[in-house]
T-cell receptor
Framework: AQTVTQSQPEMSVQEAETVTLSCTYDTSENNYYLFWYKQPPSRQMILVIRQEAYKQQNATENRFSVNFQKAAKSFSLKISDSQLGDTAMYFCAGDLNNAGNMLTFGGGTRLMVKP | DAGITQSPRYKITETGRQVTLMCHQTWSHSYMFWYRQDLGHGLRLIYYSAAADITDKGEVPDGYVVSRSKTENFPLTLESATRSQTSVYFC????????????????FGPGTRLTVL
């Protein structure tokens, strides 16, 4: 069974500092896709970053980057220069069964950026 | 408006009533999905559809019915609502494209908060 686990229910970080959110997953597939979604208080789900498992290089999007460890089945999100607007729930998700686009989500990490 | 919309945004109903949540997308995406979000569980897939008239169960389909007669619409019906179905419901859509690699970002609607009393 495909599972996604986020072990940190809540985290906090000071503005301008760096924070890392953890995610582990389980799949028997070799090719799959991993995502981090942000959910601010507005409830809208916003894609932050995407990683394709067959790519060795870690994905980056401005202040957001991932540390993808395929052998360890780990997919952490690093947020650099944290901003107050980064305060949100963050969900790790994976399209892990390579059967067409179904996402399995982790339970989420609530991130608070403090001024 | 372009994008993906859901209606209503908020709904309060009573146990045993039938409720239909609407989802409409303007991109002509092939795939559409319904998720529910509960505290501590993230989002869980209820049903999905790969095209008009093609639907399939997700992780938590019991108590729900879907249909997709048109590509752009994907309504979710609770035939006899129960308190355990109190949740936030998200609709999403995506297009599966291949150009050497799959591109499968899902775009989410704003969500519907459903309360069953």
């Amino acid at each position: 069974a495909q599972t996604v686990t986020q072990s940190q229910p809540e985290m906090s970080v000071q503005e301008a500092e760096t924070v890392t959110l953890s995610c582990t997953y389980d799949t028997s597939e070799n090719n799959y896709y991993l995502f981090w979604y942000k959910q601010p208080p507005s409830r809208q789900m916003i894609l932050v970053i995407r990683q394709e498992a067959y790519k060795q290089q870690n994905a980056t999007e401005n202040r957001f980057s991932v540390n993808f460890q395929k052998a360890a089945k780990s997919f952490s999100l690093k947020i650099s220069d944290s901003q107050l607007g980064d305060t949100a729930m963050y969900f790790c998700a994976g399209d892990l069964n390579n059967a067409g686009n179904m996402l399995t989500f982790g339970g989420g990490t609530r991130l608070m950026v403090k001024p | 408006d372009a994008g993906i919309t859901q209606s209503p945004r908020y709904k309060i109903t009573e146990t045993g009533r039938q409720v239909t949540l609407m989802c409409h997308q303007t991109w002509s995406h092939s795939y559409m999905f319904w998720y529910r979000q509960d505290l501590g569980h993230g989002l869980r897939l209820i049903y999905y559809s790969a095209a008009a008239d093609i639907t399939d169960k997700g992780e938590v389909p019991d108590g729900y019915v879907v249909s997709r007669s048109k590509t752009e619409n994907f309504p979710l019906t609770l035939e006899s609502a129960t308190r355990s179905q109190t949740s936030v419901y998200f609709c999403a859509s995506s297009e599966l494209m291949t150009s050497g690699a799959f591109y499968n970002e899902q775009f989410f609607g704003p969500g519907t908060r459903l309360t069953v009393l």
